[in-house]
């Protein structure tokens, strides 16, 4: 668990980082919006409820990338998921469809680094010492959105997605997120948004 300190730290380099981020790619934004709505034929802002800091959910903002009411069908999503529009494709490819969680961050219901925010049935489940992981707002990236992202092709590969990424993916986050907030520097959380840029 981070220390007061830390935290302070933290949320000022969010604050900062997330403005100039929002001023640098709102105008992508735009398009993309614009895209997604002409495609899906609905509002191109996608919202969806997530688990965040303290297992209390919150409002995600994300470019829509799949068609209209797609989330009934599941949460799990595969790179071959036919629900995805073509747009979409291209945007979840660049991670443009992302880019509205500056505002997340800006609005502290997330940060830039840490455990990405997931839908209910997982991390508010946590117990004992995994529940760590909520202590801190979920983040844009982070180590364990690093090492899974090609998580959608991986599950693509698997005869049944959703068991693969209860019963392999999912726990190894578990860990992966532990021991990144059990070991947290700034620095450490500017190397993983270099690294996530660099592979964008």
């Known amino acids: ?52 800091e303290g297992g209390k959910p919150f409002w995600v903002y994300k470019i829509k990338t799949m068609r209209p009411n797609s989330e009934k ?17 291209f945007l979840r490819r660049w991670k443009i469809d992302e880019l509205p969680q500056l505002f997340n961050v800006l609005f502290g ?15 508010d489940r946590l117990t004992g010492e995994d529940r760590v992981i909520l202590s801190t707002p979920p983040g844009i990236t982070g180590p364990a959105s690093l090492k899974y992202h090609n998580e959608e092709y991986l599950l693509a590969q698997q005869s049944d997605p959703y068991e693969y990424n209860q019963k392999v993916i999912w726990p190894d986050k578990v860990r992966i997120n532990k021991a990144y907030l059990l070991e947290w520097s700034l620095k450490k959380d500017i190397g993983y948004i270099l690294a996530t840029l660099k592979g964008a």
């Open 73 to 89: 069908e599941g949460s799990v999503t595969t790179s071959s998921d036919r629900r995805i529009t073509k747009s979409g494709a």
């Open 109 to 123: 219901t997330m940060s830039l680094v840490g455990p990405r925010p997931d839908v209910e049935g997982f991390a």
């Open 1 to 52: 668990m981070l220390t007061k300190k830390q935290r302070y730290l933290k949320r000022t380099f969010d604050v900062v980082i997330s403005l100039c981020g929002i001023l640098a790619t709102f105008w992508l934004m735009a398009i993309a919006w614009v895209v997604a709505t002409l495609e899906t034929r609905s509002n191109g802002l996608f919202m969806q409820k997530r688990i965040g």
